[in-house]
C-alpha cells in the first residue's frame, strides 16, 4: 500500500521557519514529480512547489525566495524549507507524487497543519 506521509508542521511566529518531511512507503519515488501543495480555510487547494525526478524544481510565486523544496531519493523523501513565514502562509500543506506521464497527482498524504501567527 502507497503511502505519503507528512510531518513537520505547527505553530510558528510571522517571520520564523519551518521544515516539512514527506517520507512515501510501498514504492519508490525516484522518477515521479513530488509536489507540496496547501489548503487554507474556505480555499481551494493550491500549488506550492514542486520537483522532477532530475530535480528541477518549480514554485509558485507566494513561494518564490521563501521556500525550497528538496528531495532525498534514497530516503523516499520530500521536503519543504519554509522561511520568513507570513500569517496567509497558514493552511494544510499535502505532500503529492505524479508518475512520470501522469497529468495530476496520483498519490497525497494527509496534511500537515502550520499555522503563522502575527
Known amino acids: 500500500q502507497v503511502q505519503l506521509v507528512e510531518s513537520g508542521g505547527g505553530l510558528v511566529q510571522a517571520g520564523g521557519s519551518l521544515r516539512l518531511s514527506c517520507t512515501a512507503s510501498?514504492?519508490?519515488?525516484?522518477?515521479?514529480?513530488m509536489g507540496w501543495f496547501r489548503q487554507a480555510p474556505g480555499e481551494e487547494r493550491e500549488f506550492v512547489a514542486s520537483?522532477?525526478?532530475?530535480?528541477?524544481?518549480t514554485y509558485a510565486d507566494s513561494a518564490k525566495g521563501r521556500f525550497t523544496i528538496s528531495r532525498d531519493n534514497t530516503k523516499n523523501t520530500v521536503h519543504l524549507q519554509m522561511n520568513s513565514l507570513k500569517p496567509e502562509d497558514t493552511a494544510v500543506y499535502y505532500c503529492?507524487?505524479?508518475?512520470?506521464?501522469?497529468?495530476?497527482?496520483?498519490?497525497w498524504g494527509q496534511g500537515t497543519q502550520v499555522t503563522v501567527s502575527s
Open positions: 503529492g507524487a505524479r508518475n512520470r506521464g501522469a497529468v495530476g497527482y496520483d498519490y
Open positions: 520537483i522532477s525526478w532530475i530535480g528541477r524544481t
Open positions: 510501498g514504492r519508490t519515488f525516484g522518477s515521479a514529480t
